[in-house]
């Protein structure tokens, strides 16, 4: 009864307010946001606020209306305008893609007076009176080498490949203002700067799961993901945007990774491209993994993971042969058993110069990737750089395979590239030139 009354009273309020005060209302973030899109209390003691949630939650919505208030000095969110602002992506791309011209970005939000302009030639974003944003890429941390700020959006920091050296070099320019403070949204991954955000007083967490956003989200796609992933643990990630850690009974161990990890990979003497071909020529079928891999002496390095979904055979055999020249590979190594020869067809009708080695597996997936495991354990298996798909697969892969049920195919393609330079026959090194 005492909940019909409130309700009651809330609707012939809304009703006595004069129509133009209504639309302004249906457009105001403090009344739309839920509670987890809003930020801490801007006189408490916090330098970091992650907003951790799945796909599709409402995450860019929530950076882009926190950066817009700072910019315009909403005293809901800061004491002053903040006249400089940092907007760091996986890439340019991205920044400009997601966070200011996508649909929820930050050209995209409801006016409530002149728009910002947006110089894509300059990376800047401005405000009519006066305030910037600037966009960097997280692949380039040195850019961030001398800018600086009052106050950062940092955009799915878990995909970051130098997410340490990227989040360090901006720390250094949060220098301007009374209270410097950054926004990072992202699904998360357990990387070490995620678990750093998760331990770290100064860090206010908001979380949030796809279906607190199922509001604006198309209802078959929610329903689709959800029975799909739903409890697996690539959908506790991806959608209820949980931090999940390794799987107990995982061949590989993130930590593992992360201690035979190279910014770079020396000067190698052989170099393979691996291809995991999908079963099926059709495209939208199986992903098709593509992973290079080098050896120095008798440690291998994992270059590059460009493996391609949902795409037919001509694309991924162009993204295979693009990765085999910019590398200056030496061989192609193919799985054969299901698609394969298809693929080294493919492969040879783009471009019948490249040598291609067959590889045939006689075992199962997990009884191949042992072997290979072993050698990380034993540190002999670098990863040059970050390849967060990749390692999720290899840190989510036991006995049962994936726990989402889908294919292994990057670390499939890496099993056979790692198997065929270090557990195979050893063939003569290449002298390259440096």
């Given amino acids: 009864m005492r909940h019909s009354q409130e309700s009651g009273r809330t609707a012939a309020f809304l009703e006595s307010l004069p129509p133009t005060l209504l639309r302004a209302l249906q457009r105001d973030w403090l009344h739309l946001a839920r509670p987890d899109q809003l930020p801490p209390c801007p006189s408490e003691d916090w330098s970091t606020w992650a907003v951790i949630g799945g796909r599709g939650s409402g995450k860019t919505r929530t950076g882009a209306e926190w950066v817009r208030a700072l910019a315009c000095g909403d005293p809901a969110f800061a004491s002053e305008p903040v006249g400089r602002i940092a907007l760091v992506g996986e890439t340019v791309s991205d920044v400009r893609d997601v966070m200011i011209e996508g649909p929820s970005g930050l050209l995209a939000l409801p006016r409530r007076g002149p728009p910002p302009r947006w110089s894509p030639s300059r990376r800047r974003l401005e405000w009519p009176n006066g305030a910037l944003a600037l966009a960097f890429s997280a692949e380039e941390p040195d850019s961030l080498r001398g800018p600086q700020f009052g106050a950062a959006w940092c955009d799915e920091i878990a995909k970051w490949r130098q997410p340490e050296a990227a989040w360090d070099m901006l720390q250094f320019g949060l220098r301007l203002g009374r209270e410097p403070r950054t926004v990072v949204t992202t699904t998360p991954r357990p990387i070490p700067l995620i678990r750093r955000f998760l331990a770290d007083p100064r860090v206010r967490l908001s979380r949030a799961r796809t279906a607190d956003n ?81 050896t120095l002496g008798e440690h291998a390095y994992v270059l590059a993971d460009a493996s391609v979904s949902r795409a037919g055979p001509n694309a991924w055999a162009a993204a295979a042969l693009a990765l085999y020249h910019r ?49 990380y354990a034993q540190g002999r298996v670098h990863h040059a750089g970050a390849l967060p798909r990749l390692e999720d697969e290899l840190c989510d892969f036991g006995p049962d395979g994936l726990s989402s049920g889908a294919s292994p195919d990057r670390l499939d393609a890496l099993v056979w590239a790692v198997t065929h330079l270090l557990l195979g026959p050893r063939a003569e090194p290449r002298i390259r030139q440096l």
């Fill in 327 to 375: 590398l200056d590979a030496d061989a192609f190594v193919v799985e054969v058993n299901q698609g394969g020869e298809m693929a080294q067809a493919v492969i040879a009708g783009l471009d019948p110069s490249v040598p291609v080695t067959p590889v045939r597996a006689t075992r199962g997936k997990y009884l191949r990737a042992e072997p290979v495991s072993l050698l």
């Fill in 214 to 294: 199922a509001a604006h989200l198309a209802p078959a796609f929610l329903a689709e993901v959800v029975a799909r992933y739903g409890g697996t643990r690539l959908g506790r990630q991806e959608l209820d945007g949980e931090v999940i850690e390794d799987r107990p009974d995982a061949l590989w161990s993130r930590s593992a990774i992360e201690e035979t990890r190279v910014a770079a990979a020396p000067a190698c003497e052989r170099i393979v491209v691996a291809v995991d071909p999908p079963a099926s020529s059709r495209a939208g079928a199986d992903a098709c993994g593509i992973v290079a891999v080098g």
